[in-house]
């Protein structure tokens, strides 16, 4: 956390340093977004609220509400993606390569907003801001988990298989990992829900998980990046514990090392430790595992995966799959997000 001191004219500095000034994201007046733009920047939005296209209609009180939780789960998300030193992109100003984000309502019974990712395309529904309507849909689909995080987690890893994956020097060793993505599709969908296998839990991270290499890709790739952020977190509280290994010294919970050549370790003697405790208080306060997954060691040996991807990608090892800016349809170019 930074403090920051604010002059008259509103232009934000860090309190006692020297450095770069900001102003607040546009979408601070909306109540919808806490971050900054740098001073010189011609951007009102900030680089999270700028991947927004599309949001609910604010005639419905409920709906402002529902924006704000979205857009928080989303800054969350870029939160990490910038720690890790990966590109975020937006569809304005790169439209062959970039992000945009529909957060839609589905405003008549004909209507059905199903979440998902299309060529950087991420649309959510908005009723799974509604806590009790997501919750309603968890149960029903059988989940041990639904979070808006996840959603943007878990979509946002499609996204990345395209850059960092398709066409890439990473797609043998993907798929011997994850699986023969060019496996048609919806019949695998199909088969997943009609069937899926029982024996899941020994190769994947979740039952979903199972049901295509896509959907392999995504799901272990959210997990990494709950990883990453509740290491952090944990590290920067100073969290220990002492008895995670029987007869051992305490463990000192630490953030993962983005420039280790491997996590196999990090994952089994860190990760498994913490969320074993996070898991713990939950109990203790009557609420449910924030973390009901088992990972077994064929998921470690993906997550390691994905780390040295996504460290290849951050030290420019290894070239992403991006077209040129040229290539794309420019998306509109809106002040503010269209409401739907």
């Known amino acids: 956390m930074l403090a920051f001191q604010v002059s008259p004219e509103g232009i934000w500095n860090r309190a006692g340093l020297d450095g770069p000034a900001y102003r607040p994201c546009i979408n601070t007046a909306e109540g919808v977004c806490n971050w900054l733009v740098p001073i010189d920047s011609h951007h009102q939005h900030c680089v999270s609220c700028r991947t927004t296209h599309t949001i609910p209609a604010l005639s419905k009180p409920e709906n402002r509400l529902y924006w704000a939780q979205l857009e928080q789960a989303k800054r969350r998300l870029f939160f990490t993606l910038l720690e890790l030193g990966l590109p975020v992109p937006n569809k304005i100003e790169d439209p062959a390569n970039g992000l945009s984000f529909e957060f839609l309502e589905e405003t008549s019974n004909e209507m059905h907003v199903l979440t998902g990712h299309d060529e950087g395309v991420i649309t959510l529904n908005i009723a799974e801001a509604d806590d009790a309507r997501r919750e309603q849909i968890r149960l029903s689909m059988h989940e041990p988990y639904r979070t808006l995080l996840g959603h943007f987690r ?7 298989w395209d850059r960092l994956i398709r066409g890439t020097r990473w797609i043998d060793e993907c798929r011997a990992l994850f699986g023969d993505e060019t496996v048609d599709y919806a019949r695998s969908l199909q088969r997943h829900y009609a069937n899926p296998p029982g024996d899941w839990p020994q190769q994947y991270i979740s039952v979903y998980a199972s049901s295509h290499a896509w959907e392999d890709w995504a799901e272990t790739w959210a997990h990494y990046l709950h990883m990453v952020d509740g290491l952090e977190t944990a590290a920067a509280w100073g969290l220990q514990l002492q008895h995670a290994v029987p007869n051992a010294p305490a463990l000192a919970a630490q953030g993962l090392d983005l420039d280790a050549a491997g996590i196999a370790s990090t994952v089994v ?9 996070i898991n713990a208080m939950d109990r203790s306060l009557g609420a449910h595992d924030s973390y009901p997954f088992v990972v077994v060691e064929p998921v470690v040996a993906k997550l390691d995966f994905i780390h040295r991807v996504v460290q290849a990608a951050r030290r420019g090892e290894a070239p992403m799959n991006f077209l040129p800016v040229s290539q794309g349809q420019p998306a509109e170019q809106v002040p503010e997000p269209m409401a739907a």
């Open 154 to 160: 878990h979509e946002i890893g499609h996204y990345y």
């Open 269 to 277: 003697e860190q990760w498994l430790p913490v969320s074993q405790f």
